[in-house]
């Protein structure tokens, strides 16, 4: 930084990246959240001996400069402050004869960096320093982990826990488009050895994730669902219903993929092939673009997250939003390419299967689809979560819109099915647990009553849950909705 850009920063208003502190005789307290803040986030000037009064800004210099400088550096050096040692790069400035000091304090590459207990953990939001929360903190100790713990193996586990029928699709998908795979047509423990299914006959976490059983999935990774909607409306507020059409969940990624991936279909171009998903392996197509979109999202997110993912498909866009960041600058996305997966195994099961591309390159298969529709793709991310936005062109968001809202009309004209209308009968104004509901259904089958009753209410947009993002939850209950409440009887 310049003595001309540090001139020019304090005409500024807001700065994400650029703090004063008067500093003039020892360093404030308040600097170290700062330190905090610029550490957790993108990097930042810190700078001593500019005091602010309101909107302006008076240069006073620093007494002792040598002091300062050296007790803000040790401080940051002798790991007694911080859970880490930190560094960073000083500079000085003169102004008539008074001295400034600042520090330029970067981004750390393991976070979360506190100083005294993790509470004191700091984010930089706009022009000022904001105490992260739990759901954050978290967010940043998991990336510790970030590139090895889908690698982890679960002990206990063998081949035996997979999905026996997403196994053997999978392994057809890489016989039928990438025949020159080397383990194609090895054993089934040979071939989950060779590709990181499996270690030693264990079952790795990525394994797990991509192929596995849906109780071994759901005791070794209790959060793990990929959530997929169809909305009629630009937004959650104006749809006329929540949604049109509601994923169930699924055991394992490669299900969930496969059905997402078809729904995908019914909003883009995308040329005929008789083949189960409709995209060949070199294609160019809008379902091109967004399928690597969905590869990225399957293969990159954090499934340890109190989040999950979700794709969104509106009137004017879909949006794939996951949680965990991303681990590099936006800001050089377009520029520069990227390899860094958060799942590195998982990423390489879609590559095998030819779904995913090599060494940074799928952002540029996503990125065509602004050539491809004129509408633009959008990526934002913060501590928590990240987000792909397929914005619709002009032809591509006709055809979407006129598929979104024919779905609503086509179901206003089916009535629900007699188990589903005897449910919606009995929750009526009412919301209920899951044992009420067998209560007021006199049954005791709970199978029954889930795959009869409960799941195609639900999909059918007539019943809600209170916790929306945790099926499971233990005080989950079930409520009417609009659609629903219009057709008690």
């Known amino acids: ?40 986030t993108s990097g930042g000037w810190i700078v001593f001996g500019i005091n602010q009064k309101g909107k302006r800004f008076e240069i006073q210099g620093v007494s002792n400069g040598e002091k300062t400088e050296s007790d803000f550096l040790n401080t940051l050096r002798n790991g007694q402050k911080f859970n880490m040692r930190l560094t960073a790069k000083p500079k000085k400035y003169y102004f008539d004869g008074r001295l400034v000091l600042a520090f330029f304090v970067p981004s750390s ?49 063998s081949i035996d826990d997979l999905n026996k029928g997403s196994l053997e699709t999978y392994r057809n998908r890489i016989r039928n488009d990438n025949p020159t795979f080397p383990y194609k047509d090895l ?3 040979q ?19 991509m192929l596995g059983q ?73 379902l091109y673009a967004l399928r690597e979109g969905l590869t990225n999202c399957c293969a990159h997110a954090d499934y340890f997250s109190p989040m999950h993912p979700t794709i969104r498909v509106f009137q004017d866009r879909i949006e794939l939003q996951n949680p965990g960041r991303f681990m590099f600058p936006l800001s050089e996305l377009r520029t520069q390419i990227h390899s860094i997966p958060r799942n590195p195994n998982i990423i390489k099961f879609f590559r095998y299967a030819k779904l995913g591309e090599n060494a940074g390159y799928g952002i540029d298969k996503m990125l065509a689809w602004e050539r491809l529709t004129k509408g ?5 991310s913060d501590l928590v979560c990240s987000t792909i936005t397929y914005w619709f062109g002009e032809q591509t968001g006709e055809q979407a819109g006129e598929q979104v809202m024919v779905q609503p009309m086509v179901q206003a004209m089916v009535q629900p099915k007699v188990q589903v209308q005897r449910l919606i009968n009995v929750i009526r104004e009412d919301a209920c647990s899951f ?49 629903g409440l219009k057709l008690v009887k």
Not at 114 to 137: C, K, L, M, Q, W
Not at 191 to 209: D, N, S
Request: hydrophobic share 35%; proline share 4%.
């Open 214 to 286: 849906r109780d071994v999935v759901q005791r070794h990774v209790s959060n793990f669902w990929i959530d997929y909607l169809e909305i009629p409306g630009k937004s959650l507020a104006d749809a006329q219903v929540r949604y049109t059409f509601r994923m169930q969940e699924q055991d394992n990624i490669w299900e969930s993929y496969q059905i997402i991936l078809q729904r995908l279909r019914n909003f883009v171009d995308a040329p005929y092939e008789a083949r189960p998903d409709g995209v060949g392996a070199e294609d160019e197509s809008q």
């Open 109 to 157: 590459i393991v976070k979360p960096i506190y100083f005294g207990s993790p509470i004191n953990t700091y984010i930089r939001t706009g022009s000022g320093d904001r105490r992260a929360t739990e759901t954050e903190v978290m967010a940043m100790m998991r990336d510790q982990a970030f590139g090895s713990k889908s690698e982890q193996v679960v002990e206990g586990t």
């Open 376 to 380: 633009k793709v959008e990526f934002t």
């Open 187 to 189: 054993p089934d423990d």
């Open 435 to 483: 044992s009420e509901i067998l209560k007021r259904l006199h049954l005791k089958g709970r199978n029954n009553v889930v795959v009869n009753y409960l799941t195609p209410a639900i999909e059918g947009g007539y019943v809600l849950r209170a916790y929306s993002d945790k099926p499971n939850h233990p005080n989950q209950r079930y409520y009417l909705s609009e659609k």
């Open 1 to 40: 930084m310049t003595k001309e850009d540090l001139l020019q920063k304090l005409t500024e208003i807001e700065w994400d990246d650029f703090e004063c502190k008067a500093a003039q005789e020892k360093l404030p307290e308040d600097v170290w959240a700062t330190v905090s803040a610029f550490s957790n």
């Open 191 to 209: 071939f989950c050895e060779k590709v990181g299914i499996t270690k030693e006959g264990r079952l790795t976490i990525g394994g797990i994730l």
